[in-house]
């Protein structure tokens, strides 16, 4: 049975992958900051993790010791406050969004990236956003989109570094999804988006690592 990790899993896209690849049969562990009655209804084994603490992310390597991790997916995020403009930047919060986007990513992925050497697909997702691509940036919500070029640039990094080890390492974006992030309007229902981001990942080979990639398999320009 694989295994997959999802941090960021009590709700909305982070939900529904634990679903989805629950429904499916495979092991799913799922990180969340505090309980989630949700996810423990889809059977899968809950732990605590708040991936703005450094610490407790290290903590997962001796939590986790010896358990492969078919997909390792970083999901975990925060778009921090709206509306944010030159001349009325909050660099506080701004702080806050790198802390959480691009550098808890990093200290997940370097907890467990043995954990993902020792499984059979051997595989890290990190969910980035269209809004992280230089080529089509307008300029709209600058703190949260810079977050994401910087996560892309991890992602490209570690695809380069963790090739010797087979590992395949891929930046997704999930569309424009109805969650608490996307908002009432956005056009993609979770479901949708994450069968999509499922498809890629099943069929990812390790000449895609280091890849930004749409849910309907695209490529992002970057």
């Keep these: 049975m694989p ?7 009590g ?3 982070g939900l529904e992958l634990a679903r989805q690849y629950a429904g499916d049969g495979w092991n799913v562990i799922g990180t969340v900051r505090s309980s989630s009655a949700e996810l423990s209804k ?5 732990l605590k993790l708040d991936v703005s ?8 390597r001796e939590e986790l010791k010896g358990a492969p991790i078919d997909v390792l997916f970083c999901n975990a995020g925060i778009i921090g406050a709206r509306g944010a403009s030159l001349g009325a930047f909050d660099f506080s919060d701004w702080e806050d969004i790198f ?17 993902v050497a020792a499984s059979k697909q051997k595989t890290i997702a990190v969910m980035s956003s269209r809004l992280g691509s230089i080529s089509e940036a307008t300029g709209m919500t600058l703190p949260y989109a810079t977050s994401k070029a910087a996560l892309n640039m991890l992602a490209k990094g570690l695809a380069a570094t963790l ?14 999804v109805r969650t608490d ?4 309007g ?16 099943e069929g990812v080979q390790q000449e895609d690592s280091g890849g930004f990639i749409s849910h309907e398999g695209a490529r992002i320009p970057w």
Excluded: C, H, Y
Excluded at 42 to 46: H, L, N, P, Q, S
């Design 3 to 9: 295994t997959v990790l999802i941090t960021g899993a």
């Design 11 to 13: 709700r909305g896209l």
């Design 42 to 46: 889809t059977g899968a084994r809950v």
């Design 53 to 60: 603490s450094f610490e407790q992310a290290a903590l997962l």
């Design 99 to 115: 802390r959480v986007n691009v550098l808890g990513v990093a200290a997940v992925i370097e907890a467990l990236v043995d954990n």
């Design 163 to 176: 090739s010797p080890r087979g590992i395949v390492v891929l930046a997704l974006s999930p569309g424009w």
């Design 181 to 184: 992030m996307g908002g009432a």
């Design 186 to 201: 956005a056009p993609l229902a979770p479901e949708s988006s994450v069968k999509g981001l499922r498809k890629v990942l």
